[in-house]
T-cell receptor
Framework: ETGVTQSPTHLIKTRGQQVTLRCSSQSGHNTVSWYQQALGQGPQFIFQ???????GRGNFPPRFSGLQFPNYSSELNVNALELDDSALYLCASSPPGGADTQYFGPGTRLTVL | QQQVKQSPQSLIVQKGGISIINCAYE??????FPWYQQFPGKGPALLIA?????SEKKEGRFTISFNKSAKQFSLHIMDSQPGDSATYFC?????????????FGKGTHLIIQP
């Protein structure tokens, strides 16, 4: 059984640029959640996708947006990057009927210069 | 406002000892309390989780104790091993479907000395 995968592993961008991060959910999982983890901190919830629609959102501005595809994979898009967006971005998938049971991928390390 | 407070920030335990990490929450709507283990450069891995209808759950060397009236829960690692050295996060969620996401504590850096 394949777990949650994310790409790319690392990414370096410049302030003001846009970035797209990708996530493939674990086999059989239909809900995807995204988190931002700053260095030395716990993950912070960005949003959750279910049935290709945003199902819930944390305290993040609209320049953080996402998509979920029919195969349950997902993208996180961040526009107008700021230095504070430098963090580990984590994707988590959940099985049907268990959206709070979340299994995390390895993350994408984003550095904004 | 931090909704899940975790302590201690760091912990050193001798091999074979018991590691204890504590968390307290404020939101009474929380109904799911997982613990995650994270190694450097990796994503968090789900260790064990509990719901408020039970006061304790044990899986192998890991036990969650839950006190609903005090709004506190803790992770106990029995017979701690050097391979348990990692950062541990408690978390909580509510609204059933998890659509509000998991709210995490700030983490505990655990070191098991051989």
């Amino acid at each position: 059984e394949t777990g949650v995968t994310q790409s790319p592993t690392h990414l370096i961008k410049t302030r003001g640029q846009q970035v797209t991060l990708r996530c493939s959910s674990q086999s059989g999982h239909n809900t995807v959640s995204w988190y931002q983890q700053a260095l030395g901190q716990g993950p912070q919830f960005i949003f959750q996708y279910y049935r290709e629609e945003e199902n819930g959102r944390g305290n993040f501005p609209p320049r953080f947006s996402g998509l979920q595809f029919p195969n349950y994979s997902s993208e996180l898009n961040v526009n107008a990057l700021e230095l504070d967006d430098s963090a580990l971005y984590l994707c988590a998938s959940s099985p049907p009927g268990g959206a709070d049971t979340q299994y995390f991928g390895p993350g994408t390390r984003l550095t904004v210069l | 406002q931090q909704q899940v407070k975790q302590s201690p920030q760091s912990l050193i335990v001798q091999k074979g000892g018991i590691s204890i990490i504590n968390c307290a929450y404020e939101n009474t709507a929380f109904d799911y309390f997982p613990w995650y283990q994270q190694f450097p450069g990796k994503g968090p891995a789900l260790l064990i989780a509990i719901r408020p209808d039970v006061s304790e759950k044990k899986e192998g060397r890991f036990t969650i104790s839950f006190n609903k009236s005090a709004k506190q829960f803790s992770l106990h690692i029995m017979d701690s091993q050097p391979g348990d050295s990692a950062t541990y996060f408690c978390a909580a969620s509510g609204r059933g479907g998890g659509a509000d996401g998991l709210t995490f504590g700030k983490g505990t850096h655990l070191i098991i000395q051989p």
